[in-house]
């Protein structure tokens, strides 16, 4: 990463390959199709040019989301937390849990202002409303982006919203995003994750060779669940980007149960060998 704490340069790094290979689908298809904002989440880490490896395997059965030609995205999501108890809700497997964040699609530049609960049988359930400005980093009774919140959480949990919330963590990352042609299906893969500390504008990254893989279905078991569990790799519970980030950032004090992810992640990092190489597709 070059530049100042803070300042983010285009990654060098691309996934040309993938609009080579895939055929195209446009945002309205994609929300049509696949909008999936209640579904089931399964995470994976994969070595990321092993993944690409894929590509050609499974280019009949996925379409590639493509605005303007352009089909690689820029992201920054600014996380907001109550003494990171977000992030230690998580840490001990919570089954009612929330992250809240403000989410920038770079290369367009619009807002959203986003909350992800956890529903019944790991359901995720997300909720968004447009957002008019990235530079928030207090959230109390003053704010509507707050009453949001509140309102989205004490509807779904029928407890009590009750936090102090501050911005904690700011997350860069790529992204491209495959949607099933069978419907009801999508799978986005993240690289070149940069986290920024947002009181001192610290940074710090995953390996470039690491990209996320998340899988989101109505019932957890898609095209790409069955093909990545083939080729060895299996689903990680505790792999939030936000939670990661902090962790590997040494911004909290208890990460003993990211401890075998990050241990996944330094293994990955070493892997050269194609999946085909080694399951003979």
Not at 43 to 57: A, E, G, I, T, W
Not at 92 to 109: A, C, H, N, W
Not at 222 to 239: F, T, Y
Not at 269 to 278: G, K, L, V
Request: glycine share 6%; hydrophobic share 35%; charged share 30%.
């Amino acid at each position: 990463m070059d530049g100042k704490p803070g300042q983010f340069s285009e990654p060098e790094r691309g996934d040309a390959d993938a609009s080579s290979v895939f055929a195209p689908i446009s945002l309205a298809e994609t929300l049509s199709e696949a909008a999936m904002l209640t579904r089931v989440d399964n995470k994976y880490l994969v070595n990321r040019c092993q993944f690409h490896s894929l590509f050609n395997v499974i280019c009949d059965q996925y379409r590639l989301l493509t605005i303007n030609e352009q089909s690689r995205f820029a992201y920054r999501s600014k996380y907001f937390d109550d003494s990171y108890r977000a992030y230690y809700e998580h840490h001990q497997g919570r089954r009612r849990r929330f992250k809240l964040r403000i989410r920038e699609y770079v290369d367009s530049g619009d807002l959203y202002f986003e909350l992800k609960l956890k529903g019944l049988r790991g359901q995720t359930v997300k909720f968004r409303e447009s957002c008019d400005s990235f530079y928030v980093d207090q959230l109390d009774d003053s704010s509507p982006y707050y009453k949001l919140a509140r309102d989205w959480y004490e509807n779904t949990y029928q407890r009590r919203f009750a936090e102090t919330l501050s911005a904690s963590l700011i997350v860069h990352y790529v992204r491209i995003s495959l949607v099933s042609v069978a419907g009801s299906e999508r799978v986005t893969i993240d690289t070149d994750i940069v986290y920024e500390d947002t009181h001192s504008g610290e940074s710090w990254d995953l390996s470039e060779n690491i990209a996320v893989v998340e899988t989101k279905t109505e019932k957890g078991a898609g095209v790409m669940d069955h093909l990545l569990k083939k080729n060895g790799s299996r689903q990680v519970s505790k792999c939030s980007k936000y939670c990661l980030g902090l962790a590997l950032g040494n911004r909290v004090a208890r990460v003993n149960r990211f401890l075998p992810v990050i241990r996944k992640i330094r293994d990955i990092d070493r892997i050269s060998a194609p999946f085909e190489s080694r399951t003979g597709w």
